[in-house]
């Protein structure tokens, strides 16, 4: 079976570039950047999203702080390994990147922050409550992406998702539609030190649970959350 990656794991950001960009790493002679994108919430905060972009998609482009750009690509999960301890790192992958103008039709009917993941539950959802008796629910959701390697991405669901998450079978496959959003938390060592971290993460929007017919020939059903 041919698998469409990118309609597996598709992103759009719109935003502000904060930082300036940094040397990443290099693959087969091609070298890729990381850079900060600020992008706006409904409620007037904002998220910084870390961008890995290649050098390619840059050589003639303008990464200048404070430019307003359209980022496309994937919401991608790499391993990173520090003090022999392993971490999940986060990242969008960009595809393409232009620059937004106000005078394009096509820009303005863009979402600002629009992620669509299609995977598979990999861990035991974590239901919750907060004192105000707000309903949370932490995924870890598989996403399968080309040459056998996937991108395992926390995702938050709230209310009504987060009771139907709570019950949810490891290896049930989903279709989510939610926002990137970055959140700082401080983590605490034993030694008693406390460090300002920040955690990426897909906050649902919509959620739908692929039910496949048992027999492969037939096409697969969605049901709406």
Request: aromatic share 10%; with cysteine; charged share 30%.
């Amino acid at each position: 079976m041919i698998t469409n990656y990118t309609e597996n794991n598709y992103l759009v950001l719109i935003g502000n570039i904060v930082s300036d960009k940094i040397f990443s790493h290099e693959i087969y002679g091609e070298s890729f950047y990381l850079f900060n994108l600020e992008v706006p919430r409904l409620s007037g905060n904002e998220d910084i999203i870390p961008i890995t972009i290649s050098e390619r998609l840059i050589a003639n482009f303008d990464l200048s702080i404070g430019k307003k750009v359209v980022v496309e690509g994937q919401f991608r999960s790499y391993n990173s390994y520090q003090n022999e301890k392993n971490r999940l790192v986060l990242t969008v992958f960009a595809k393409d990147i232009i620059e937004y103008k106000e005078d394009l039709e096509e820009q303005k009917e863009k979402i600002s922050n629009e992620v669509v993941l299609n995977g598979y539950i990999c861990k035991k959802p974590i239901y919750r409550q907060t004192p105000f008796g707000r309903e949370i629910a932490d995924i870890l959701l598989a996403v399968n992406r080309a040459y056998n390697k996937s991108d395992y991405i926390p995702c938050i669901a709230w209310g009504r998702n987060a009771r139907f998450c709570e019950n949810m079978e490891v290896g049930t496959e989903v279709k989510i539609v939610g926002r990137v959003q970055s959140r700082t938390y401080e983590k605490k060592f034993d030694d008693g030190r406390v460090e300002q971290r920040v955690a990426y993460e897909v906050s649902i929007g919509s959620l739908e649970v692929i039910n496949k017919k048992e027999d492969e020939s037939d096409d697969s059903k969605a049901e709406a959350i």
